[in-house]
């Protein structure tokens, strides 16, 4: 699975990408990147079919190894253009790209 930097990914976001925040309810209200969809990793399984198969996906979560996980189910699963955030969240905050909630 390809990986992107958060800067890459948030030029993907605004190409047409879906950022897909794979954290848990929780650790989603505390900060996320703007304009992440919540997806818990925990509900996946049950849920994926909710993402859509026709825009590239970005999968984003603290550090990069649950949205990891999660891009390679959905590479198993029929979805083709899956790209896992390196870094995860805390590495876009890092990068002084918006987010929602935390110090921002």
């Known amino acids: 699975m390809k990986e992107v930097s958060p800067a890459e990914g ?3 976001v605004q190409g047409g990408a879906v950022l897909v925040d794979v954290r ?5 209200s505390e900060i996320h990147a703007e304009g992440a969809q919540l997806l818990p990793l ?4 049950a849920r994926y079919a909710e993402l859509p198969k026709n825009r590239p996906l970005v999968m984003i979560c603290r550090s990069g190894a649950r949205s990891a996980r999660a891009g390679e189910f959905l590479l198993q699963n029929g979805y ?6 390196a870094g995860g969240t805390l590495a876009w905050n890092e990068a002084g790209l918006p987010v929602v909630g935390g110090d921002a």
């Open 80 to 85: 083709a253009d899956v790209t896992n955030l």
């Open 24 to 28: 848990e309810p929780n650790e989603y």
């Open 10 to 12: 948030q030029a993907l």
């Open 42 to 45: 925990s509900e996946l399984e």
